[in-house]
Nanobody, 127 residues
Framework: QVHLAESGGGLVQAGDSLRLSCAASGRTFTSYGLGWFRQAPGKEREFVATINWSGVSTDYADSVKGRFTISRDNAKSTVNLQMNSLKPEDTAVYYC????????????????????WGQGTQVTVSS
């Protein structure tokens, strides 16, 4: 079992920045994929960003490209999401996901690729 704990959400104004963090613990795999998704009220969970095992390859949703940056520290089993120039439409609950089956970003852009999820952290951006 893998446990994920997100932190860093909050209430900010448009144009501000936030940094989300997610720490993995428990019986982690030797190599694994990580990603961030978000879910707004009444909407499906949507892909935000993902990063491969080595951290060299990343991929982003078009809506966040150039504003968000995903990074990971395998020694600490953490993944971070730096969010800059936040917009009201970024308001959602943000979830980090852990995949023991896929480590390539090509396969990490759908929720079905992930085996474990964190509890989520609320990000609210006011206009």
């Amino acid at each position: 079992q893998v446990h994920l704990a997100e932190s860093g959400g909050g209430l900010v104004q448009a144009g501000d920045s936030l940094r989300l963090s997610c720490a993995a613990s428990g019986r982690t795999f030797t190599s694994y994929g990580l990603g961030w998704f978000r879910q707004a009220p009444g909407k499906e969970r949507e892909f935000v960003a993902t990063i491969n095992w080595s951290g060299v390859s990343t991929d982003y949703a078009d809506s966040v490209k150039g504003r968000f940056t995903i990074s990971r520290d395998n020694a600490k089993s953490t993944v971070n999401l730096q969010m800059n120039s936040l917009k009201p439409e970024d308001t959602a609950v943000y979830y980090c996901g852990y995949s023991g089956r896929y480590t390539n970003t090509r396969f990490l852009k759908t929720p079905n690729a992930y085996d474990y999820w964190g509890q989520g952290t609320q990000v609210t951006v006011s206009s």
